[in-house]
Each structure stands twice: as structure tokens, then as C-alpha cells.
């Protein structure tokens, strides 16, 4: 099975900021990856499929990149609504597997 | 607009059954695969399981957890995808969400809590 590894598990940052989160899978996933936000109490929304692709709707403050084994979310200047937790997600084999998720916090 | 309703919920004794059902509107539901994923209180998001379109044989994949137990169908005249549960037990206890999937999950359910306790 494929382990996938977030970093960090936690990230505060302020209003404006700029912020970075890393998945790593255990072996090459191609661009099998995925990103996903959710917010207490609410299912989650999708982000970005394809390690690159965002989802119609979601805003271009939101980036994804990498291949094979290395990847990250990007999200430009923060707004409050996007403090939340992100999960990342392989889906180039079974069983599907997700990052044990990143909470981002308001500083 | 998209749209996936979960509903079959509820509270269950272990050991027992449940069937979960996610009624889709919105797009043409015999054009995707769907999957289940759960979310445990208080934890990360776990895969269930994933049934394709009717088009790639309408084949199944299952966690090894709920592998023999659990069994994902769908009815495409209703569109409805369905999650049958068996021998439930405690550990079963999450939110269960229904996705589309075309290629990678697009869009999520709402999700419906099934709590296995006696």
C-alpha cells in the first residue's frame, strides 16, 4: 500500500500570507494526487486533482505541483475563510490513501 | 448543479447491518464511478471503496478493513449508489461520504454519521 506523508501537520500563518504544504507518497504516483479542504463539521471540498488541475469553481489562489513522489499545495494570500484542514490523496492505485492532514491556523 | 444526498444513517448495534444509500442529481450518473470514503470522529479521511461506471464493467474495490463486509452497488435508473453494510463493528463508527469520481473525486455528499454501538 501506499503511505503518504503531509508536512506539517499543523501551520499557523496571517491574513495575507502565503503558505506552503508538503505530501510525500512512499512510491511514484505519477500525478495520481489530489488536494482536498475541509472545515469543521463540513464535508470536504475538493481542491486540485491531477497533482495541478484545480477544480472548477475553486479560485486561482490555490496551486498544486509535483510528480511521482513529491508534491505541494500552494495558497496565496489568505483570506479567513481558507483556515482549515488539508488533506492530499493518492488515487493512482488501491487502496486510495490520504496525508494524515494539515491544520492551518490564523496567527 | 451536482448534487449527491446521502441518507441510511443512524445508530446500529455491532454486529448488524445498514445500508447507506447516495441519490445523485445534477449530471448523467451512469457516466461516472462513485466511491465511499468515511471520516471517524475526530480523525482523517479514509477510503472506502469505489464502483465504476456500468461503461468499465461496473467492477468494485474495497479497503482491506471492509473488504468481505462491505459491498458497494449501484442503481443507475435511479441514481443511486449504495453502501451495504455487514458485521458492523465499533470501529465502523464515522461520517460516511458519497463522491463522483471521473478522474480523481470531484464532488462530496454532505455525509451520513453511522454510529455502531450497543
Known amino acids: 500500500d501506499i503511505q503518504m506523508t503531509q508536512s506539517p501537520s499543523s501551520l499557523s500563518a496571517s491574513v495575507g500570507d502565503r503558505v506552503t504544504i508538503t505530501c510525500r507518497a512512499s512510491?511514484?504516483?505519477?500525478?495520481?494526487l489530489a488536494w482536498f479542504q475541509q472545515k469543521p463539521g463540513k464535508a470536504p471540498k475538493s481542491l486540485i486533482y491531477a497533482a495541478s488541475s484545480l477544480q472548477s469553481g475553486v479560485p486561482s489562489k490555490f496551486s498544486g505541483s509535483g510528480s511521482g513522489t513529491d508534491f505541494t499545495l500552494t495558497i496565496s494570500s489568505l483570506q479567513p475563510e481558507d483556515f482549515a484542514t488539508y488533506y492530499c490523496q493518492q488515487y493512482n492505485s488501491y487502496p486510495y490513501s490520504f496525508g494524515q492532514g494539515t491544520k492551518l491556523e490564523i496567527k | 448543479e451536482v448534487q449527491l444526498v446521502e441518507s441510511g444513517g443512524g445508530l446500529v448495534q455491532p454486529g448488524r447491518s445498514l445500508r447507506l444509500s447516495c441519490t445523485a442529481s445534477g449530471f448523467t450518473f451512469g457516466d461516472y464511478a462513485m466511491s465511499w470514503f468515511r471520516q471517524a470522529p475526530g480523525k482523517g479521511l479514509e477510503w472506502v471503496g469505489f464502483i465504476r461506471s456500468k461503461a468499465y464493467g461496473g467492477t468494485t474495490e474495497y479497503a482491506a478493513s471492509v473488504k468481505g463486509r462491505f459491498t458497494i452497488s449501484r442503481d443507475d435508473s435511479k441514481s443511486i449508489a449504495y453502501l451495504q453494510m455487514n458485521s458492523l463493528k465499533t470501529e465502523d463508527t464515522a461520517v460516511y461520504y458519497c463522491?463522483?469520481?471521473?478522474?480523481?473525486?470531484?464532488?462530496w455528499g454532505q455525509g451520513t454519521l453511522v454510529t455502531v454501538s450497543s
Open positions: 512510491q511514484g504516483i505519477s500525478n495520481y
Open positions: 463522491t463522483r469520481d471521473p478522474a480523481g473525486t470531484d464532488y
